[in-house]
């Protein structure tokens, strides 16, 4: 079975300031797939990034940059100069390569709350 | 380029009833998946369909059922509720191709039982 922790519940920051949401997943395959989502007050769900197991390069969109590493099973996401507009509870999640169907797994969020 | 839609956005019901829940894939879409998602928890896998067949279940009683239909779109049916199926439901597409492809989410149907 697979599992997604984000042990931090709620993060407080001013804007501008950087802040990292942390992600660790636990499975036992070798090949999957982690995202992470944003889902603001409105409640969608919106795709920001997936990264598969073989792929360790970290990444950087803009504000954001996302750290993979395997040798700690984790995925943790920062967003640089934070602004208000970030607000929004932010969910990891992961998927096994079954072949056939392919169910998210998430984690129980992380609610970030920017202020100015 | 038409995202995830669903319908519709909130919805009461009483102890007992059915709902049905709509949603409509993105557009070049073929697989559908919904989620179940309490307040304050990360969603919950409740089923996924292709070809209009249910490919995988979630942990959820045979009260959840869902269908698609040839145009991809997708139900989900939820009989004789209880106060603890209120919850925001999501809907996600893809595209199956053989790999693991992106979910891209609707904006959700909020469901409160009463």
């Known amino acids: 079975a697979q599992k997604v922790t984000q042990a931090q519940t709620e993060i407080s920051v001013v804007e501008k300031e950087d802040v990292t949401l942390d992600c660790v997943y636990e499975?036992?395959?070798?090949?999957?797939?982690l995202f992470w989502y944003k889902q603001p007050p409105s409640g969608e769900l919106v795709f920001l990034i997936r990264r598969n197991s073989f792929d360790e390069q970290n990444e950087i969109s803009g504000r954001y940059s996302w750290n993979f590493q395997k040798s700690t099973s984790s995925f943790n996401f920062t967003i640089t100069a934070s602004q208000v507009v970030d607000s929004a509870v932010y969910f990891c999640?992961?998927?096994?390569?079954?072949?056939?169907?392919?169910?998210?797994?998430f984690g129980t969020g992380t609610r970030l709350q920017v202020t100015l | 380029d038409a995202g995830v839609t669903q319908s519709p956005t909130h919805l009461i019901k009483t102890r007992g009833q059915q709902v049905t829940l709509r949603c409509s894939p993105k557009s070049g879409h073929d697989t559908v998946s919904w989620y179940q998602q309490a307040l304050g928890q990360g969603p919950q896998f409740i089923f996924q369909y292709y070809e209009e067949e249910e490919r995988q279940r979630g942990n959820f009683p045979d009260r959840f059922s869902g269908h698609q239909y040839p145009n991809y779109s997708s139900e989900l049916n939820v009989n004789a509720l209880l106060l603890g199926d209120s919850a925001l439901y999501l809907c996600?597409?893809?595209?199956?191709?053989?790999?693991?492809?992106?979910?891209?989410f609707g904006p959700g149907t909020r469901l409160l039982v009463l």
């Open positions: 996600a597409s893809s595209l199956s191709l053989g790999v693991v492809e992106t979910q891209y």
């Open positions: 999640a992961l998927i096994l390569n079954t072949g056939t169907a392919s169910k998210l797994t």
């Open positions: 499975t036992r395959d070798t090949t999957y797939y």
